[in-house]
């Protein structure tokens, strides 16, 4: 399986960005997925997470802000980042839910006016 991280970039405070994980096999129907991400300077972090029944959950720093989904026909993981903060500028990484899987490159997420 090969989790590839995509769609970053560079937006303003209160902007809107949409990230894609696409995956080699199809996975996402049958384990539970997450989203995580590492600040500079700082350890990695959990984001959110889908299981397998569909059922997500965010950190408390993202929740009402970020939106985790799926495609299954298109093996493809979601995360729609809304009203983004300084604070979210990192490095955006999916991977299984706990991320036993190496971790692929990520996509950057920088968020500065």
């Known amino acids: 399986v090969q989790l590839q991280a995509s769609g970053g970039g560079l937006v303003q405070p209160g902007g809107s960005l949409r990230l894609s994980c696409a995956a080699s096999?199809?996975?996402?129907?049958?384990?539970?997925m997450g989203w995580y991400r590492q600040a500079p300077g700082k350890e990695r972090e959990w984001v959110a997470r889908?299981?397998?029944?569909?059922?997500?959950d965010y950190a408390d720093s993202v929740k009402g802000r970020f939106t985790i989904s799926r495609d299954g026909a298109a093996n493809t993981l979601y995360l729609r980042m809304n009203s983004l903060q300084s604070e979210d500028t990192a490095i955006y990484y999916c991977?299984?839910?706990?991320?036993?899987?190496?971790w692929g490159q990520g996509t950057l997420v920088t968020v500065s006016s």
């Open positions: 991977n299984f839910v706990p991320p036993y899987y190496p």
């Open positions: 096999g199809s996975i996402f129907s049958r384990n539970t």
């Open positions: 889908m299981s397998s029944g569909g059922n997500t």
